[in-house]
């Protein structure tokens, strides 16, 4: 017999928001299946206001309330049983982060958790990784947003460490992300692969699901370095106005789409990997299982 459970989860990230509607389907002696129902993102760039003002904006606050809105809605209509909010980097360092939470719960009933990195990364990390993890293998998980990063190292199916890093491609716009942040992720990578004869990467995040899309993989197939390198410096021979008109990419992704680039390929040539897999998995999707597994 199946039975079906709809979860939704948000997350309130630095450059865009999205609701996540995911399809439980539980089978007795099987493991549950997720299946993503519907995915809604709005780009509301909270970390423009919050990394260089210090606070969220007016508009910006009425934007969310109206995004806010339109997700309880949503959510209703999908008839979700059970969500969970989350807002990271951008509201994690607005001064007004607790005032817009109260206003959104007050004006959209939706319950926001600002959660710090430690927490990102768990969550990320407890995404449903097994028909990418081989047992044998070294992987190392990089999520890019557009506050911080996230890095967890797995090796024999096992997670072994994370991290959080305020390196992310807002910020990077913004030349908000110094030298000593580099060293200080070019290090702790360094230091935990060292060990490790061999490491993949495993990238999640808008602009590297952007960029396996353009390659025209199939979904299991990796992108190499090589390759990786090669689209960074073709973006980088294009203006912002020519990555909308010639490669189709929305206003709100050709402009990060480059520092995230960099994040990912510093982060090959500092663990030594020379493939990293796409699954099109994030916060969102952990959310959901971790809500699922009762893990948050």
Partial sequence: MIRIKKYAAID???NAMRLLVTNIVEQDG???????????????RLGQDSFTVGEISQEN?????????????LMKVHKVEKYMAFATSA???ANNAYEV?????KEAKIKIEIIDGKKEAAIIASTDLHHLLKSDKTYLYVDVGGGSTEFSLFSDGKIIISKSFKAGTVRLLNRMVSDVVWQEMENWIKQNTQDYD???????????????????????????FIYLNSQYAMLNSLTYNQRISDLGLNPDRADVIIPATQIYLNAMKWSGARNIYVPKIGLSDGIVKAMYYGKI
């Fill in 12 to 14: 309130i990230g630095s």
């Fill in 91 to 93: 509201m994690r360092e």
């Fill in 101 to 105: 939470v109260d206003i959104i719960n």
């Fill in 61 to 73: 606050i009425e934007r969310m309330i109206d995004a806010m809105k339109a997700f309880f809605l």
């Fill in 30 to 44: 099987k493991e549950p299946q997720f299946n993503k129902n519907a995915l809604v993102r709005v780009p509301i």
């Fill in 198 to 224: 061999e490491v993949t990467l495993i990238g999640s995040g808008g602009n590297i699901n952007k960029l396996f899309k353009m390659s025209g993989k199939m979904q299991d197939k990796p992108l190499s």
